[in-house]
């Protein structure tokens, strides 16, 4: 797993306009709030992505992009942010590549059933590129809330 202080993985991966997002597009210009979450128009995700949209114009007021990530394609990720109006960029990490830098991919265990999946996390990246923060197994209610007082610190 990743901790605070290392250098960021890098990664180049599809947005939902299917737009290659590079980490380095943001280097030396703007903090870098990377979410993973399981899966579009679910619950928890849901509640995460509405409450870092609800926080947008603060976000941007303290020079950083919030990126969200899951498995899930380009369209999924144009429909689930059409349907909340959801003002995040969603990528798109369908191979499962970024999910591996971050070691967010898994085995968890629901109902007795083990399985692979994501783990709700997140990483707080600065414009150096250097993790400030990494966080696993996140609680989506409340999490964009610290997480724009983590990047308010900055």
């Not at 798109?92 to 109902?111: H, S, T």
């Not at 399985?115 to 609680?139: H, N, W």
Request: glycine share 6%; charged share 25%.
């Amino acid at each position: 797993m990743l901790e605070k202080n290392q250098t960021a993985p890098v990664f180049s991966t599809p947005n939902q306009h299917d737009e290659i997002v590079n980490l380095t597009d943001y280097l030396g210009k703007k903090n870098v709030v990377l979410y993973f979450y399981p899966k579009d128009d679910t619950p928890g995700c849901t509640i995460e992505a509405n409450q870092f949209t609800a926080l947008a114009s603060e976000f941007a007021e303290a020079d950083t992009v919030v990126l969200g990530v899951s498995k899930d394609s380009c369209q999924s990720h144009q429909a689930f942010i059409d349907k909340f109006g959801l003002r995040v960029e969603l990528l798109a990490d369908i191979e499962g590549k970024l999910c591996d830098a971050y070691a967010v991919w898994q085995e968890k265990e629901k109902n007795g059933v083990k399985k692979m999946g994501i783990v709700r996390s997140t990483f707080v990246i600065d414009k150096q590129g250097v993790l400030v923060e990494a966080i696993y197994g996140v609680d989506p209610d409340g999490h964009a809330q610290k997480m724009l007082e983590t990047v308010k610190a900055l």
